[in-house]
């Protein structure tokens, strides 16, 4: 989550809900966010809610799960007193930081505690997020074993000189060997990339590609690089040390990266995330062969904050949203384990979102999945400009005779101005 936390009302002691929460809430699914805040060093892009050992002001790691756990305690009795409905969790997502610079032991107990407060869902999709040089093959088998289903790799580029000004530490090499480990474990696997790096040329974004398609990964995303002030790159860039990040070679590479998925058998399903198609996969049982069950490879977790269902997100600076109420806790682990051992609910300041409010997000977020918004949803305004938005080969025609907003390829590029369209700005 990012280490900026907005202005807003205090957030009560107890952590308890108003009842507006209760509202739709059984047609709403539960997802649960672990944010894990410790790195071995700082990458110079990055502005998440992270720290290194020299950052701790006197937290420890090794007391960070114990802490987690009772949020998480917290969490099962809140959603309870709150008049909410019991549900299991659909989705978990331990994210960072880097989850895996904890004993597996910890991941696996904050895990079981979750499936104490709430239980998981039939199938449901647990994931971690890990760094190619932070985990090994006894550690993908432990977290399978733990019940992990999936792990996405920071794997950001297959070009040493992009990683190091990223500041990235590990061995381009060492990628092949984790997703090896993660598929005998029995994890999907999915890959994150970063395009656009100063000094990365389109060739290097190429061999990027070259590598993380010969892992065959079951779901990949990429992001542009953005530079957020008040970054180590940021100041970099500032005195002139490091080039400003180009926009077109940036759409030059978005371009590039969805023709050569596209050609691989992957479907991009929101503006940086594509996965492979669904596949049948029959079950035996006993001799008997049943009907195909089908593997969908999307991040359900990720698809679930764009759709506006619920989650709790536990861990210093972590972001959580129930039935159109948003909180985020304390950001230091200092400042949250003193939360955590006095009783106290670590959040810091909450908003109820209006209507309004609500209507402009569900816009916004769901444009960005392919199957996501209905032009009925949108008002007067915003319904007339979607032929236009045609017109201008932004949103696909066919879908929109089907009732549903689909970027174009070119849309994808300007989605901020399509939004603006949409919502009539």
């Avoid at 007193?81 to 880097?98: D, I, K, N, Y």
């Avoid at 239980?119 to 090994?136: H, I, K, R, Y």
């Avoid at 977020?365 to 400009?385: H, K, N």
Wanted: glycine residues 8%; charged residues 25%; aromatic residues 8%.
């Amino acid at each position: 989550m990012p280490s900026a936390l907005p202005l807003a009302d205090p957030a009560p002691a107890d952590g308890l809900l108003p009842h507006s929460v209760t509202d739709d809430a059984a047609s709403r699914n539960l997802g649960i966010y672990v944010h894990v805040p410790f790195c071995r060093v700082r990458c110079g892009y990055c502005d998440f809610n992270t720290y290194t050992s020299e950052e701790l002001r006197g937290a420890k790691r090794s007391d960070y799960a114990g802490q987690a756990i009772e949020e998480i305690a917290l969490a099962g009795r809140v959603l309870v007193q709150s008049g909410l409905p019991e549900r299991a969790a659909s989705t978990v997502f331990f994210g960072g930081g880097t989850p895996t610079m904890l004993p597996v032991t910890d991941l696996a107990e904050m895990l079981a505690a979750i499936v104490v407060s709430w239980g998981l869902a039939p199938g449901a999709e647990v994931t971690t997020e890990a760094n190619p040089d932070s985990v090994d093959r006894d550690y993908l088998f432990a977290l399978k074993a733990a019940g992990f289903t999936r792990v996405s790799f920071g794997m950001q580029s297959a070009v040493p000189h992009v990683l190091a000004t990223l500041e990235r530490t590990h061995d381009p090499e060492r990628v092949p060997l984790v997703v090896a480990w993660a598929r005998e474990a029995g994890l999907q696997v999915s890959l994150d990339l970063i395009y656009g790096t100063p000094g990365e040329s389109i060739d290097d974004w190429s061999a990027s590609l070259d590598a993380a398609l010969a892992q065959n990964p079951d779901h990949l995303s990429a992001y542009a690089l953005i530079i957020e002030d008040g970054t180590k790159l940021a100041r970099q860039i500032r005195r002139g040390e490091v080039a400003t990040p180009d926009d077109d070679l940036q759409a030059d590479m978005y371009e590039l990266l969805d023709a050569r998925l596209a050609a691989a058998g992957y479907d991009w399903y929101e503006v940086s995330n594509w996965a492979r198609a669904d596949v049948a996969v029959p079950e035996s049982v006993e001799g008997t062969v049943r009907p195909p069950a089908h593997t969908d490879y999307k991040s359900r977790h990720n698809l679930a904050y764009w759709q506006g269902h619920d989650w709790w997100g536990v861990g210093p600076g972590a972001h959580s949203h129930v039935g159109g109420v948003r909180w985020w806790n304390v950001k230091h682990p200092a400042a949250y384990a003193e939360r955590i051992l006095s009783g106290m609910s670590p959040a810091a300041g909450r908003e109820t979102l209006d209507p309004e409010t609500r209507r402009v997000e569900r816009v916004l977020l769901m444009t960005r999945i392919r199957s996501g918004l209905r032009i009925d949803e949108l008002e007067a305004p915003g319904r007339l400009a979607v032929a236009g938005l045609i017109a201008d080969e932004l949103i696909n025609a066919k879908a929109a005779l089907r009732g549903s907003v689909e970027l174009t390829l070119r849309g994808r590029l300007l989605a901020d101005a399509v939004v603006r369209r949409l919502l009539a700005e």
